[in-house]
């Protein structure tokens, strides 16, 4: 079944979508190109995902760029990642700001090439005061990771006498968390058919709904975006409740 804009529009959107960009190297392979095309197309999908949550007013995007265990691939591999995000900032960073995109890098991005963490703090300082839609570009990106900065942080707080111990709970801890005062996601998106959540926002999808498609991501299009939505809007979201089960 086709899904129309009208009939989306119709049920709430989700306010924040979350996407593992999952599947380049296969797409490579099947075509008998190097893995590397695989990267550079799958960019072009992460921009065309872009311009379909501008057409939906959805205003919170999640991408999983590299994760803190991607390091163990080969240094050619790396680099070309890292090549890429230099060559996406410096293709698009104007077309970004003009949209209102804030690009917003989570993750130990310290860690990068001195050029790859430049352009990504240029990137990031350029638009920081946009808001149409707020991209969190996770890099370098372990959702434990993240847990432990968070906790660490929290700590530090305590021992500074800045907080209690009695003022943790969720709300607060999410507030050290890198998507402080974002809401969690409502949607993950995993193509490429694996049923792996792979380290990737522990603690902000305890409730997401999952959606899993055989689509690698460089042929992820807007009518998958679409079907991704249009099936998150006629689920039954309980919450550990009843939801629409009662009877
Ligand atoms: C997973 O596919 C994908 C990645 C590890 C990298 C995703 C990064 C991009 C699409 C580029 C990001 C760029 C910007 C500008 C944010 P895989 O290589 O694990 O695929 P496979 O499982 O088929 O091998």
């Known amino acids: 079944m086709k899904v129309t804009l009208e009939e989306l529009k119709q049920k709430p959107m989700p306010k924040h979508i979350a996407v593992i960009m999952d599947g380049n190297g296969r797409w490579a392979i099947n075509k008998g190109l190097a893995r590397n095309a695989g990267h550079r197309v799958g960019v072009q999908a992460l ?11 959805i205003q919170y995007l999640t991408v999983y760029a ?15 990642l890292m090549e890429l995000m230099i ?7 104007d077309y970004l700001d003009e949209k209102g995109v804030r690009v917003n890098p989570i993750g130990d991005i310290s860690r990068l090439s001195g050029k790859t963490y430049e352009k990504i703090m240029f990137a990031k300082e350029k638009t920081k005061n946009n808001s149409h839609i707020i991209l969190n570009v996770a890099l370098n ?23 209690q111990l009695d003022d943790l709970d969720e709300a607060c801890f999410s507030r050290y968390l890198y998507t402080a005062g974002q809401p969690d996601p409502d949607l993950l998106i995993r193509p490429s058919g694996e049923m792996r959540v ?42 550990g409740g009843l939801g629409g089960k009662r009877s």
Not at 68 to 77: I, L, S, V
Not at 87 to 93: A, G, M, N, S, V
Not at 213 to 230: S, V
């Open 47 to 57: 921009k065309n995902l872009i311009i379909a949550l501008d057409e939906l007013k």
């Open 66 to 80: 590299f994760s803190t265990e991607n390091w163990k691939r080969p240094a050619d591999e790396v680099n070309a």
């Open 87 to 93: 060559e996406f900032i410096d293709k698009e960073i």
């Open 141 to 163: 990106y372990g959702g434990r990771q993240e847990i432990i900065r968070a906790a660490k942080a929290f700590c530090e707080d305590v021992q500074k006498g800045n907080m």
């Open 198 to 239: 792979s380290n990737f926002l522990l603690w902000q999808i305890a409730y997401s709904e999952f959606w899993v498609t055989n689509i690698l991501w460089p042929d992820f299009k807007k009518e998958h975006l679409w079907q991704a939505i249009w099936d998150y809007q006629n689920r039954d979201r309980r919450y």
